[in-house]
T-cell receptor, first 110, second 115 residues
Framework: DGGITQSPKYLFRKEGQNVTLSCEQNLNHDAMYWYRQDPGQGLRLIYY???????QKGDIAEGYSVSREKKESFPLTVTSAQKNPTAFYLC?????????FGPGTRLTVL | AQSVAQPEDQVNVAEGNPLTVKCTYSVSGNPYLFWYVQYPNRGLQFLLKYITGDNLVKGSYGFEAEFNKSQTSFHLKKPSALVSDSALYFCAVRGGDTGRRALTFGSGTRLQVQP
């Protein structure tokens, strides 16, 4: 997991609430990514950012939002519009070719 | 579009025996291929990658993988399995000319090593 931290480790949300997942890195990597992991489906790309103040939608961006105001930080907001938010969320950075992952946040909607 | 197939949901092997976890891929252009391992409720750990060069790639913890372009495969191997190798393994790919550099993952293969 190296220099990538994610918080909280576990998060519980009531339906209709927005929640924000934190991702911080001290690897000095420009690009950062958010993936969602569901059982039996592997990881799917939500959003990514190649540089500060720029970000792009991934394959499953609906119901999510991000910001990239600092190189070290790439928070993900799960909005009430996300129909099935219960999942394991993983943040990653990239060093030339290789992606490195944080420890993840498990979000459960009650 | 790029895709990865891991045809086995689970692989069972006895400790000390060789193991193979299969992966095939589809991508435009030259593939960049990766293997990651995940332990319960943890992030993914990088094991090894193929970018260019020798088809046999060696990685962490004694794992290796063979790139086969004609069969579009990148199977993960280890000569002698350990109980501690039991985990979830993911194969991933991206095209070399993909600007976003995001990975496409397979659905994962659970490796169970029996003592």
């Amino acid at each position: 997991d190296g220099g990538i931290t994610q918080s909280p480790k576990y998060l519980f949300r009531k339906e209709g609430q927005n929640v924000t997942l934190s991702c911080e890195q001290n690897l000095n990597h420009d690009a950062m990514y958010w993936y969602r992991q569901d059982p039996g489906q592997g990881l799917r790309l939500i959003y990514y950012s190649q540089i500060v103040n720029d970000f792009q939608k991934g394959d499953i961006a609906e119901g999510y939002s991000v910001s990239r105001e600092k190189k070290e930080s790439f928070p993900l907001t799960v909005t009430s519009a996300q129909k099935n938010p219960t999942a394991f969320y993983l943040c990653a950075t990239i060093d030339l070719h290789t992606q490195y992952f944080g420890p993840g946040t498990r979000l459960t909607v009650l | 579009a790029q895709s990865v197939a891991q045809p086995e949901d689970q692989v069972n092997v006895a400790e000390g025996n060789p193991l193979t976890v299969k992966c095939t891929y589809s991508v435009s252009g030259n593939p960049y291929l990766f293997w990651y391992v995940q332990y319960p409720n943890r992030g993914l750990q990088f094991l090894l990658k193929y970018i260019t060069g020798d088809n046999l790639v060696k990685g962490s913890y004694g794992f290796e993988a063979e790139f086969n372009k004609s069969q579009t495969s990148f199977h993960l191997k280890k000569p002698s399995a350990l109980v501690s190798d039991s985990a979830l393994y993911f194969c991933a790919v991206r095209g070399g000319d993909t600007g976003r550099r995001a990975l496409t993952f397979g659905s994962g293969t659970r490796l169970q090593v029996q003592p």
